[in-house]
Nanobody, 121 residues
């Protein structure tokens, strides 16, 4: 079984920053990359960012490019998402999941609890 635990969310003002973490346990390194997803109120879950475990190659959704930074610590089986210049439209529950090296499709059927990010206007 794969367990994904997201943390680091909170309430911030527009323009503020947060650092999210996703700790993975179980069989995780069979996947080439990890990604962050989010689901805002009344919206579908959407892809945010991806990072390759081996090379550190990153990819971002256009909506967050230049504001968010994804990183990973292979020794800790943890991926991070640095959120900067936050906007109210970034308000969502943020989730992590394994993804392919190319593409944005989540690979694990079950999701973690997510971590809530709320940006006040």
């Amino acid at each position: 079984q794969v367990q994904l635990v997201e943390s680091g969310g909170g309430l911030v003002q527009t323009g503020g920053s947060l650092r999210l973490a996703c700790a993975a346990s179980g069989r995780t390194f069979s996947a080439n990359a990890m990604g962050w997803f989010r689901q805002g109120p009344g919206k579908e879950r959407e892809f945010v960012a991806r990072i390759s475990w081996s090379s550190g190659r990153t990819y971002y959704a256009d909506s967050v490019k230049g504001r968010f930074t994804i990183s990973r610590d292979n020794a800790k089986n943890t991926v991070y998402l640095q959120l900067s210049s936050l906007k109210p439209e970034d308000t969502a529950i943020y989730y992590c999941n394994a993804v392919r090296a190319v593409g944005t499709t989540p690979l694990y059927d079950s999701w973690g609890q997510g971590t809530q990010v709320t940006v006040s206007s």
